[in-house]
């Protein structure tokens, strides 16, 4: 499948490289399945100009209202956001997205969903941060819910019911179960399989999940701001139509490459179903040091070991 630069109706695969508003305003009505994104949080990155919560707000009064119209009835908006930070004081983006998505008497929220990962910057004046938002509306009723394309493993497969009619049959789906409005992902650091140069790609896995859950094969994906193309893989790993534009000339061509070798089927990316790592027991990282014994609050403490 060949990827374009430029946006036509009969073009599966498009990554626009410039501002998302032009790339937009050539989107005919009511022409996307799903929308999902997430957008700069305006908190200084080195691919930001802006740096305050009113330039987020300022920004998304603008482009949402494009969004809503590109969207299709029974259609899906997702905006992942985090939280815009100052001088250690927050404030919760998807506020922000909330209100101004909320003034449509047509869209509606489906899903405040919490993302949650193990690793991030350790706070030393507030508790550090380790989960960001997912915020699911649709345009009117709900077309799409995928759910048994979407079901993790259960926790108790072997699980009956106790009394009633189904007494000693298996209770749970075999096929597993709803992985609920809480979703523990890995986030993209360091070591991750997934890592490229951009600073804040959110993973495969999450965009895949979104994906496949809201719409069905052939259908076509919108993402505002592609950065490092994970939303882009997800679809094209998943034989979705997409549209995208990203403004950043090196980021633009990390995700063209990612998107290539997607439909090429040799992307390297950290499946969903792949358990949350678990540190092996008995290690020098997993023992506690003998030295923090003394420590007046080691009790207080649950200790994986002891040397």
């Not at 430029?6 to 990554?15: H, I, V």
């Not at 603008?62 to 815009?84: A, D």
Request: glycine share 6%.
């Amino acid at each position: 499948m060949k990827v374009y630069k430029t946006w036509a109706k009969d073009r599966d695969f498009t990554l626009y490289e410039g501002d998302c508003k032009k790339l937009i305003a050539r989107l005919p009505d009511e022409s996307v399945d799903l929308v999902l994104t997430s957008p700069p949080y305006c908190i200084g990155k080195k691919y930001e100009d802006k740096t305050e919560a009113d330039d987020f707000e300022k920004d998304h009064q603008l482009i949402l209202p494009e969004i809503v119209r590109v969207t299709k009835p029974g259609g899906s908006i997702c905006w992942q956001v985090g939280y815009h930070i100052k001088n250690g004081v927050i404030k919760p983006l998807d506020f922000i997205i909330y209100q101004i998505l909320s003034q449509y008497k047509d869209i509606h929220l489906r899903n405040r969903i919490i993302w949650t990962f193990g690793h991030g910057l350790h706070g030393v004046d507030r508790f550090s941060g380790r989960h960001e938002t997912l915020l699911w509306f649709t345009k009117g009723a709900t077309k799409n819910f995928n759910l048994d394309d979407i079901r993790t493993a259960q926790k108790y497969p072997g699980k009956k019911h106790y009394k009633g009619d189904k007494k000693g049959e298996f209770s749970g789906n075999p096929l597993g179960k709803n992985p609920s409005d809480v979703w523990e992902i890995p986030n993209v650091k360091a070591n991750h399989v997934e890592k490229t140069e951009h600073p804040c790609q959110f993973p495969v896995a999450l965009a895949e999940r979104v994906i496949k859950a809201f719409t069905n094969p052939g259908d076509l994906v919108l993402d505002p701001y592609v950065g490092s193309g994970s939303t882009a893989a997800a679809a094209a790993l998943n034989k979705r139509k997409f549209v995208g534009s990203e403004l950043d000339s090196k980021y633009y061509s990390i995700a063209k490459k990612r998107v290539l070798a997607a439909l090429d089927g040799i992307l390297t990316y950290r499946k969903d179903d792949k358990p949350i790592y678990q540190p092996p027991a008995n290690t020098p990282l997993t023992t506690v040091p003998s030295k923090w014994r003394n420590h007046p609050s080691y009790e207080k403490q649950i200790p994986v070991h002891s040397s």
